[in-house]
Nanobody, 115 residues
Framework: QVQLVESGGGLVQPGGSLRLSCAKS????????MGWYRQVPGKQRELVAA???????NYADSVKGRFTSTRDNAKRTVYLQMNSQRPKGAAVYYC?????????WGRGTRVTVSS
């Protein structure tokens, strides 16, 4: 059973930084494409950042230049460094791991943006 466990969420001030982590259980982590999504109540889950098995990255326009996703295959962990956080960035952030037609989700970690 594959598990994804997010951590690092919490309270951040507008303009502040926070780093999220997502640890994946099981094998073949390096083969998975990993993604970070976020969701607020009443809205669809949206892609924030994606990092491929070759570490190529894609970002939502709203976070480009502020967020960075990296991965450490030895630790089976993917990270999301969030800088210059904005109030609209408050959400539950979810980690996703995908390979072929298989997709796994974590339970999410809440990020609150407030002064």
């Amino acid at each position: 059973q594959v598990q994804l466990v997010e951590s690092g969420g919490g309270l951040v001030q507008p303009g502040g930084s926070l780093r999220l982590s997502c640890a994946k259980s099981g094998t073949f982590f390096s083969r998975y494409a990993m993604g970070w999504y976020r969701q607020v109540p009443g809205k669809q889950r949206e892609l924030v950042a994606a990092i491929g098995s070759d570490s190529t990255t894609n970002y939502a326009d709203s976070v480009k230049g502020r967020f960075t996703s990296t991965r450490d295959n030895a630790k089976r962990t993917v990270y999301l460094q969030m800088n210059s956080q904005r109030p609209k960035g408050a959400a539950v952030y979810y980690c996703n791991a995908g390979i072929g037609t298989i997709s796994y989700w974590g339970r999410g970690t809440r990020v609150t943006v407030s002064s």
